[in-house]
């Protein structure tokens, strides 16, 4: 009689893996599967040779704890469990294309009889007594594995793939190179393969730059972003705990998980890799990407030092921009408690805005590095929809200012920092082209005779330069290009004194001589006096300046539009001038005379003289004027310049 020798483990697992192969469990296909010896060697090796904390005491057999040759459940060929019923909460999301879905099924409900934590490791159909496992007999309550019977943070399964179609942001039909249930059902098999762990967490294929996720998941311009494209380290960051796997080091090779996370979200809305809570609600700058490693520096004011030019955009935030420190500053565009991060996303026209999330203005998914001339937008604001400059909602800006306009515009809550005799807190329509004067955002402006233009510091602008917002506001300490926060308000770049009888000084209107020379305005050399005098007893912008007027007594640094609400001294009311545009405001039809050079007294320095209605500045041609109000207690009678 020969000599049999006993079968080992390896063996086994051939002959019966093979077998369940054949039979088909939904599970990866021999074509994609590994040699099954493998899985003596994963977490998936229950048996006594396992190395694993949970092991069978003297159980060799490593498939049989879930498939039986002989007497097996009917719920799938060769299964070796019996499936308790079993109600899950299931994942939901305003963008699940997909029909509700259905309770687990198929290959699904075969990976939660452990993974739910409900049915005992050694709980098997044969032998019928069972398997005696070494210590614990589930997984723990704590463990990454065990996913419990809340299923609402993870990624949705056991529905059809053809459900959520179509969708411009998957591919058309299942992927070959995954695993679909019957034809197309997103199962646990569709990325994992219980028999082969060599990708680490028996991933199908390497997630390395998100190859599992973009298999299925093609946004259009992922590729060229900045977060699929940028090698800035992740060391300290990432993998976020309780997580310790994988242990990529670079921003780009963790891809979509650098804010997406298949299982256990934190937010289980868009599956997002970390929390929305205060103190702190932000998501980009909670999660160690965008908030700061080392307390922020002291502040370094643009006026002081160089700049990148009015009109030119650097590119988005470098990365790992301290942006959490700038939206906690006295001004900032910051994201209230109780906000929700999805409401952002998609229409631009905002009805009611008390904050704002990262999304308002960026696109995680397209927002690149590229730098950009104003009025264009730069990679940062890629993908972004927003609002136009007649008042259209637009899928992608193709300009700076239609993002601001989303909330600066016709639905702006905005109050007025400085009262004006033209009020208007709509930014689309001060800057409208049509107005008598306006900075130059959305288009040329109307004076190309600026003494003060160029500055020292701005060297190469001239008067047809164009500006972006984001040329005044801005982080006043240069650690971003956008308008995240400031220790000047309203989120100014530099320092800006509205307050009558501020000192002149370089300091204290440092966001206007960024662009305006200095020794050209207090030299009074376009508003001029006939004895060019700039002493406070004199006029022009020296004599003014030095009696303590700010530049805000004049000048409105958006524009000057003819709709919206006009008061004197802190009256208001709506005064809409029917078929009043900018130039017939220019003109003096208004009655509040020339609205040319930004002129829009601040009605708290300057007041109507009596009898009449308006502080007034008749615009008598280049470098002259008049003016017919009462400034500092001084009565201007149609006081002239020169």
């Known amino acids: 009689m020969p000599n049999v020798q006993p079968e080992s483990p390896r063996a086994h697992v051939a002959a019966l893996v093979g077998t369940v192969v054949l039979l088909g469990l939904g599970l990866p296909t021999a074509s994609r599967a590994q040699q099954p010896a493998d899985i003596v060697h994963t977490a998936h090796n229950l048996s006594v040779s396992g190395t694993g904390t949970i092991r069978a005491m003297t159980e060799t057999r490593i498939c049989i704890f879930c498939h039986t040759p002989h007497n097996a459940t009917p719920s799938s060929p060769l299964w070796n469990k019996e499936l308790e019923p079993q109600f899950y909460t299931l994942y939901t999301s305003p963008t699940l294309g997909a029909d509700?879905?259905?309770?687990?099924?198929?290959?699904?409900?075969?990976?939660?009889?452990?993974?739910?934590?409900?049915?005992?490791m050694g709980r098997v159909v044969n032998p019928a007594a069972g398997i005696t496992m070494a210590g614990a007999d589930t997984l723990p309550s704590d463990s990454l594995s065990n996913f419990a019977l809340d299923l609402s943070d993870h990624h949705p399964v056991s529905f059809s793939y053809q459900s959520s179609l179509p969708n411009p942001e998957l591919v058309p039909t299942p992927p070959s190179d995954l695993v679909?249930?019957?034809?197309?059902?997103?199962?646990?098999?569709?990325?994992?393969?219980?028999?082969?762990?060599?990708?680490?967490?028996?991933?199908?294929?390497?997630?390395?730059y998100s190859a599992i996720c973009t298999t299925c998941h093609q946004i259009s311009g992922w590729s060229g972003s900045a977060h699929a494209?940028?090698?800035?380290?992740?060391?300290?960051?990432?993998?976020?705990?309780?997580?310790?796997?994988?242990?990529?080091?670079?921003?780009?090779?963790?891809?979509?998980?650098?804010?997406?996370?298949?299982?256990?979200?934190?937010?289980?809305?868009?599956?997002?890799?970390?929390?929305?809570?205060?103190?702190?609600?932000?998501?980009?700058?909670?999660?160690?990407?965008h908030s700061p490693a080392d307390p922020p520096p002291p502040p370094v004011h643009f006026a002081t030092g160089p700049s990148a030019g009015?009109?030119?955009?650097?590119?988005?935030?470098?990365?790992?921009?301290?942006?959490?420190?700038?939206?906690?500053?006295?001004?900032?565009?910051?994201?209230?408690?109780?906000?929700?991060a999805t409401r952002s996303v998609g229409g631009a026209r905002r009805s009611s805005i008390s904050g704002v999330t990262c999304v308002d203005c960026h696109n995680p998914h397209l927002g690149t590095q590229a730098p950009a001339e104003a009025p264009y937008a730069s990679g940062a604001l890629q993908?972004?929809?927003?609002?136009?400059?007649?008042?259209?909602?637009?899928p992608t800006v193709r300009y700076q200012y239609e993002v601001c306009f989303k909330c600066h515009a016709d639905n702006s809550t905005d109050f007025s920092f400085v009262p004006r005799v033209l009020r208007d807190n709509n930014k689309r329509r001060?800057?409208?082209?049509?107005?008598?004067?306006?900075?130059?955002?959305i288009s040329m402006g109307k004076n190309m005779n600026i003494p003060s233009i160029?500055?020292?510091?701005?060297?190469?602008?001239?008067?047809?330069?164009?500006?972006?917002?984001?040329?005044?506001?801005?982080?006043?300490?240069g650690g971003s290009d956008g308008p995240h926060g400031s220790s000047f308000a309203p989120i100014l770049r530099e320092r800006y004194e509205t307050a009558d009888n501020t000192p002149e000084s370089f300091e204290n209107f440092a966001l206007c001589y960024r662009c305006h020379d200095?020794?050209?305005?207090?030299?009074?050399?376009?508003?001029?006096?006939?004895?060019?005098?700039?002493?406070?007893?004199?006029?022009?912008?020296?004599?003014?300046?030095?009696?303590?007027?700010?530049?805000?007594?004049?000048?409105?640094?958006?524009?000057?539009?003819?709709?919206?609400?006009?008061?004197?001294?802190?009256?208001?009311?709506?005064?809409?001038?029917?078929g009043l545009d900018g130039q017939a405001a220019a003109a003096g039809q208004t009655g509040t005379g020339s609205h040319t050079h930004l002129i829009n007294f601040d009605t708290t320095i300057v007041s109507p003289r009596t009898g009449n209605q308006y502080p007034v500045f008749s615009d008598t041609g280049t470098f002259s004027g008049s003016c017919d109000l009462v400034c500092h207690g001084v009565d201007h009678d149609n006081a002239t310049y020169p």
Not at 384 to 394: E, H, I, K, L, P
Not at 430 to 441: I, L
């Open 100 to 120: 509700p879905l259905p309770q687990p099924s198929g290959p699904t409900k075969l990976c939660l009889s452990c993974h739910d934590g409900t049915i005992a």
């Open 180 to 208: 679909f249930g019957n034809t197309d059902e997103v199962h646990c098999t569709t990325c994992h393969d219980p028999h082969n762990d060599v990708n680490g967490k028996f991933l199908l294929k390497d997630n390395r």
């Open 229 to 289: 494209t940028s090698t800035a380290s992740v060391v300290g960051i990432l993998p976020r705990p309780p997580k310790t796997w994988p242990a990529y080091t670079q921003l780009n090779e963790w891809g979509c998980e650098v804010c997406h996370t298949p299982h256990f979200a934190p937010t289980p809305v868009h599956l997002l890799n970390f929390t929305f809570a205060p103190p702190d609600p932000f998501s980009c700058t909670t999660t160690g990407c």
């Open 310 to 340: 009015v009109g030119a955009s650097v590119s988005s935030a470098g990365a790992g921009s301290d942006i959490a420190s700038q939206t906690r500053k006295r001004s900032a565009h910051r994201e209230l408690a109780g906000m929700t």
């Open 383 to 394: 993908g972004v929809d927003g609002v136009d400059r007649n008042g259209m909602n637009v």
């Open 430 to 441: 001060v800057f409208d082209p049509s107005n008598a004067s306006y900075h130059p955002v």
């Open 454 to 477: 160029p500055s020292n510091l701005e060297p190469a602008m001239s008067p047809s330069t164009l500006m972006y917002c984001t040329t005044c506001h801005a982080d006043d300490e």
């Open 518 to 578: 200095r020794t050209s305005i207090l030299g009074s050399a376009s508003f001029r006096t006939k004895t060019m005098r700039t002493t406070s007893s004199g006029g022009g912008h020296g004599g003014h300046m030095a009696a303590g007027a700010p530049c805000s007594a004049c000048h409105d640094p958006h524009g000057v539009s003819d709709w919206g609400m006009q008061g004197v001294s802190g009256q208001g009311g709506l005064l809409r001038q029917p």
